[in-house]
């Protein structure tokens, strides 16, 4: 079944460690893919997307993804994490193809940074 | 700018009553918005699409009677729970569809269906 996955469901870290969360999809051709984030008790915000262009993309508060299609994958990296980085992290993959034009969901990695 | 607002944040009905939530993209017009449910620790999923003066794209598996759906206006869309029951208790989530295909959340309403 097509479907986007996400590796990690609970990651814990130390401030300043560096941060990779695995995100890899089953959909061919062209996507458009989504990093969001939800702090506890907020809504999602947009940290990230790849539309096109330049694999490796920059997106706020020191986030980086780099879409690798040969490998289906969209992994989301941060050198030195913060303890307010401290949220859930969800992938999100919209297929192209197929006239689709909506938003699939990773399972969310939930990320704890210790002070 | 981007940003999508919800109304209620919450509410507790009883069951068999009909609870209707709203959607608004506040700073820009969306023919696009689409509506989530969400459990506890459990991701996004998609209820339906909806499309500004036509009929709802609802997922499989979603009563399209049960979850009803009304795109008014570019910046409005409402979602009615009809005869709610327990187990639609749920965390509902809209997003609408910005120019440039990005989708923008609002922040959440919590259904409990007493």
């Known amino acids: 079944a097509q479907s986007v996955s996400q590796h990690n469901h609970h990651v814990i870290l130390s401030e300043a460690a560096s941060l990779e969360l695995g995100c890899n999809y089953s959909?061919?051709?062209?996507?458009?893919l989504f990093w969001y984030v939800q702090y506890p008790g907020q809504h999602l915000q947009l940290l990230l997307k790849?539309?096109?262009?330049?694999?490796l993309v920059k997106g706020i508060k020191g986030f980086e993804a780099e879409f690798i299609k040969s490998k289906f994958s969209f992994n989301l990296r941060k050198p030195s994490v913060q303890w307010s980085d401290t949220a859930e992290y969800f992938c999100?993959?919209?297929?192209?193809?197929?006239?689709?034009?909506?938003?699939?969901f990773g399972a969310g990695t939930r990320l704890a940074v210790h002070p | 700018g981007a940003v999508v607002s919800q109304h209620p944040s919450r509410v507790i009905c009883k069951s068999g009553t009909s609870v209707k939530i709203e959607c608004r993209s506040l700073?820009?017009?969306?023919?696009?918005m689409f509506w989530y449910r969400q459990f506890p620790k459990q991701s996004l999923m998609l209820m339906a699409t909806?499309?500004?003066?036509?009929?709802?794209?609802?997922e499989q598996g979603v009563e399209k009677d049960k979850f009803l759906i009304n795109h008014a206006s570019l910046t409005l869309s409402t979602l009615t729970v009809t005869s709610a029951h327990p187990e639609d208790s749920s965390f509902y989530i809209c997003?609408?569809?910005?120019?440039?295909?990005?989708?923008?959340f609002g922040p959440g309403t919590r259904l409990t269906v007493l």
């Open positions: 959909y061919g051709g062209t996507v458009n």
């Open positions: 997003s609408a569809r910005a120019p440039g295909d990005t989708q923008y």
């Open positions: 909806s499309n500004e003066g036509s009929k709802a794209t609802y």
């Open positions: 700073d820009f017009q969306a023919t696009t």
């Open positions: 790849y539309f096109s262009g330049d694999p």
């Open positions: 999100a993959v919209n297929p192209l193809a197929g006239g689709y034009n909506k938003l699939i």
